[in-house]
């Protein structure tokens, strides 16, 4: 029996979905529409449930559809992140290059990577903008990427914390902190680019900047 999937995700999920069919070709071969209707959609979401998430995501949530609160006892309220390879990228940038931040801070260093993501200036997913140059030594756009060390996560809390904060900066929420940043640095360096740049925010020890048309 051949079956036509309904597709209920959209044109993208019907694609992915496409490649379950054959598996799900028999169903119910009772003269009863609702079981015939019920065994369909338990296809679809059994094939729903093999997907990647990064493949159900489809397009990336946009910035401001999500509610925040900078601060711990917020950000401690908020259930156990996980999520895919994108997820897993922008935890790690901010717990190498932002951990010692306030919560504030490290919002302000997602919406930085999040906002190259964005632009065409820069590679068009997170782990792309994060490990950008990361194959020369003191060629990278974040330090943490190419400054030799091994990236072991010790500090297991800390990591937990903006583990959060990157589940919700990728569900969408807002990016105001920082004005549009593509850039930031400690207090205590001083680049050259920074003398062409707009300056937007300073949060902690971290000054931002919006990187010119």
């Known amino acids: 029996m051949n079956v036509r999937l309904s597709c209920l995700g959209g044109l993208a999920l019907c694609v992915a979905l496409a490649g379950f069919a054959?598996?799900?070709t028999i169903v119910s071969r009772s003269n009863s529409a609702t079981e015939k209707l019920g065994s369909l959609i338990g296809a679809e979401l059994r094939a729903l449930d093999a997907l990647p998430e990064d493949m159900i995501v489809g397009e990336r949530p946009k910035a401001g559809t999500t509610r925040v609160a900078y601060d711990r006892g917020w950000i401690a309220s908020q259930p156990g992140a996980q999520g895919g390879e994108q997820w897993a990228c922008l935890a790690k940038a901010l717990y190498f290059?932002?951990?010692g931040e306030s919560v504030k801070g490290q919002f302000a260093v997602a919406e930085v990577i999040l906002n190259r993501v964005d632009s065409r200036k820069y590679p068009n997913s997170v782990c792309g903008v994060v490990?950008?140059?990361a194959n020369r030594r003191n060629g990278?756009?974040?330090s943490y990427a190419c400054d030799g060390r091994a990236d072991t996560i010790r500090e297991k809390a800390a990591y937990n914390r903006v583990a959060k904060i990157a589940r919700v900066m990728m569900d969408g929420a807002p990016r105001t902190l920082t004005k549009g940043a593509?850039?930031?640095h400690t207090t205590n360096v001083n680049p050259?680019?920074?003398?062409?740049?707009p300056n937007t925010a300073k949060i902690g020890s971290h000054l931002f900047y919006r990187q010119p048309s």
């Open 22 to 24: 054959n598996a799900e």
């Open 192 to 197: 050259k680019w920074a003398r062409r740049f």
């Open 182 to 184: 593509t850039h930031f």
């Open 140 to 142: 990278c756009q974040f």
């Open 97 to 99: 290059e932002a951990r």
């Open 131 to 133: 490990n950008q140059g």
